[in-house]
Structure formats: C-alpha cells, structure tokens
C-alpha cells in the first residue's frame, strides 16, 4: 500500500472560539493558540485542523463566511495567522483548513451584490427562483429547521439555504462561482498551509429542478430533500475540476465532510486513482443512537450495529481508498457521555473508545478535550444555548410542532452541538483557565476535575494514555497499515478486531459495557506468542489470551507472532 504522511498523521481539531482566549474578551483566539501549541506537540499530535477563522459575522460561529481573505477580528489578525503557522511548522506539525465553499455568509459582499437586482453581475453567484403560488419555490426543509428558501422582497424571489438563513448556497453551475473558490484556495495554499476540510462538499451540486418532496418523511411542512442535493449530478465533475486546478499542484491532504455518503459512494471519492480526495467523514457511526435518521430521536446504540458500520467502510475501502476515524468533533456529543459511560467509568471508557478507534485503519482524529474526557453538559436554561441548529429544532418543535419543552431537553443534554463547544479545559482556576473574562459560552461546571492541567501531571490520566496511543502509531507500521478484520461478529458487548501486516499481528479486544463479559478466541486462531501491547487497565501478562474476564469498558490490544 502507498505510503502517505498523511495515513501516518494523527489530527487534533481546534475549534478556536472555544480553545484558549489570550486577551480576555471571553471568545478563543490565535494567540491563545499559539500558547498551547507545546501542549499539542506533547500530546503528539501531527496535524492541526482549524474550524473556521475567516471573517463572519458568527451566524453560525463561522461557517458562515463573509470574507475568505481576511481572518476574523476576535481571533487576530492576519500577522498573528501567519505567526501561528511559523509556529506550528517549526514544532514539525501541520495545518488544515477548514473550506466552507457550499455557502457564504449573506453578508459576504457576494451576496450584497448578488440580491441588489435580477442583472447585477454577481446575481448568478447564488441560487434564486420565483415563489410557487405564492410560496417558496420548492417544500425542501432546511439542515437548521424550517424551509431552505427565503423570500428577499428586493428582487421578489426566493435564495437557497440549505442551512441558515444568513448562509447563502453559492451556485456551482456558475464557472465563476468555481474559479472564484479555485483562486482563494491556491491563495491559502500559497501562504504554506498542508491541506483542507471541506464542509458538507458533497452536497455543492443540486438537481437544478428544485422538485417538491411529494410523500412525507417527516413531520411538519418542510421536507428532507437531500436525495435532490447529496452527491448532486455534477459533483464528480466539479471535484476532478478542483484537483485538476488546485489539489493536484501541493502534497496536501484533504478530507470531505459528507453528510448520508455510504462506503461504495465514498470510493467514488477517495480511490487512489482517480479520486479526488483522500478521505470523507462519513456520519454513519453518528446515526446508531438515533431512530430515523432524526438525530434528536435517541434510541441506545446498539454494539452490532457499530460492528456492522465501522467494518463495512474498513473493507469496503481495504487497498482502494483511506478511512478517517473520528469519534468526536465541534457538531457531536462527547464521546464518553454518548458511547462511553461518563459517570462511574469515565476514564476508563474515554481511554477503550481513543484504543478502539486508534487501533483501526485510517486517519485518526481527536477534538478538542477528548484527550481529557470531556463530557456533555446539561445548561440550565435553553436560553444558554448558542448553536443554530439547536435553537432551530427547539423553535420548530415547541411553536410549529406543539411539543413540550420538557419533552425536547433531553434530546438537547444528549444531542446539542454546544456540548462540545463549551471552552476547554484547561485547569482548575475560574472559568477552567479558558478566559479571564465571562466566556462566550458556559464552561461545564466540572473542569475542577477535568482539566489539562490535572492531566498532564497524572501519568494515569487519558491525556498520558492518548500519547502512549499516539506514540505507539509512530513505530509499529501495522496500526497504519495494517488489514482490519472483524471477529466475534455477533457478540453484543465486546467488539474485537485484528490488524494484520506480514507475520505480525494485533488483536484488539473492548468491552464496551460496565458488564464483565467473557472474552474467547475463536477456534483455531493461529498465534505462536503473545504480548501486551497496551491495555486500560493492569494486566496480568501471564494471563492466557485464550479466555479471560473483561472488567468494565476493559480494552487490551496483544501483538501476536
Ligand atoms: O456540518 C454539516 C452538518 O452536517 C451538521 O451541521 C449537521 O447539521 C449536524 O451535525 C447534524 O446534526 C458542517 C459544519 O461542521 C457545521 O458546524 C456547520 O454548521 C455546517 O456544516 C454548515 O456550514
Ligand atoms: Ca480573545
């Protein structure tokens, strides 16, 4: 298999709002960034992906863009940018950026121009149709809730948002609209950065008809449309368009954000030979404890069905393309509170989940705090609420559904996006070291416990155990390269695997319950010796791998001969 750095990297999401504020206003920024780059370097990291630091006016806590060029006026300035990217590549680390071209902001000078009149030269930039008898153009119900139209009684037509109102869809038919992205992004590519994330790219491409959904799939009067908008006619076409013109001119590495893609559709993508990328994030994993798709449906996860999704996309894209692995990142629950258990085992779990993941083939990325076993957070009032997702769902719900708040709390404790955006932990002085001023967002009131600091100093701590993690990818080529095979196909509380690279092999055993289930190697399994490679709790090395009692969310890995 071909080698890449970028198969051998271990990424670290910064969601800089909420990392570390340098100058006390209360918002994250670069300087309090570049304060914590050591931190990253210790940990082991080798690659730094940025959310969103551009200009905008924080709809959408920058995923709604209002200038590509500029950086965004609390984080810093463009100086400071150009300093944190000295120091990240002279700390031998390397930076992604975020690229969020299916959308700008509405108060991107684009779109100022664009809505000014039918002729104005930037019209064409966006998506605008008449109203149908009297009603937006089609009945697609929007990421954030309500309809993906707005009327702008200016020109008196309707623009795309497949998701807030202040986020605009750019047209991608219009070659100026792709030649406009193509420049910006050779422009960042030209300031030394290592390669992107693209947001929701494969819904860029739209069925220009805009059809009505005619039979319901959900409640309400908007409707889920995406089969009109997910890898959209032209999608393949504009990505060999942008390798052709931008991606195939660097050694970067990029990975697309993919909503509803599935493992034959991602090959599509990713193939290393005439793909475009060189990974997705896919949300199958995210939709297991959820009933419908309907993220806020919760239903417990069960451990088959994980078998079944992380194995299909492990196999189905063995010797072909690359898999990323990421349990957590700005848009997802904690990990520990939603797969882990965060109360009795919560080192314990957050250390199973980061050995599981890590030990697949693929990129491994880690958000911000999961290094520390962050945890969901219940805010007292939906007034502390800041992501537009969830006050969209909760409007839609209480005013257009007549559901009871009571009823829709906990679908937010478990679901919310901004409970992994409450600031980092950082140690156990006011405002968990974040800020000295009031934060944007609520810290979770247990940083005293959980913190960087704490972490750091306890060679116990997950932060320690993730750098053992990290560091064992850096010298066994079998964690990167090695196949995956699932076995024990049908156990529901222990998911086991193995990795195998010539003679060598790792068996990798999790408990994912507070059960002490027993663990039994299949007949036959052909192994000559045995070691510990690394485990979450002590193990008696002695122990005969053939059968033993996993403890509570248990996980041990032995390299095999
Ligand atoms: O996310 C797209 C996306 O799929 C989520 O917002 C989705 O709505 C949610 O996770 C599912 O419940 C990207 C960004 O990661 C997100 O932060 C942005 O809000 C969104 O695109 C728009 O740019
Ligand atoms: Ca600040």
Redesign the pocket.
Known sequence: MEKKWWKESVVYQIYPRSFKDSNGDGIGDINGIIEKLDYLKELGIDVIWMSPMYESPND??G?DISDYQKIMDEFGTMEDYERMVAEIHKRGMKIVMDL?V??TSDEHNWFVESRKSKDNPYRDYYIWRPGKDGKEPSNWQS??SGSTWEYDKTTDEYYLHL?SKK?PDLNWENPKVRQEVYDMMTWWLEKDIDGFRM??INVISKNKDFPDITRKNREGNYQWASKHFVNGPKIHEYLQEMKEKVLSNYDIMTVG?M?EIIPEEAVKYVNSEDGTLNMVFH?QHMRIDARNGN?WDLKPFDLIELKEVMTTWQKELEGKGWNSLYLS????ARPVSRFGNDKEYRIESAKMLGTWLHMMQGTPYVYQGEELGMTNVKFPSIEDYHC??TLGMYEDATKNLGKDPEEIMPSIYAKS?DNARTPMQWDDSENAGFTEGTPWIMVNPNYKEINAKQAVNDPNSIFNYYRKLIRLRKDNPIIVYGTYDLILKDDEKIYAYTRTLGNEKLLVVANFTSEKPIFKLPEGFPYKSYQLFIANYDVDEGESIESFVLKPYEVRVYKLD
């Open positions: 959408d806590n995923y969020v299916n959308h990421y954030f998701f986020q947001d929701m954000e909503q949300f993220k990142n700005h848009d997802q537009r997702e996006r």
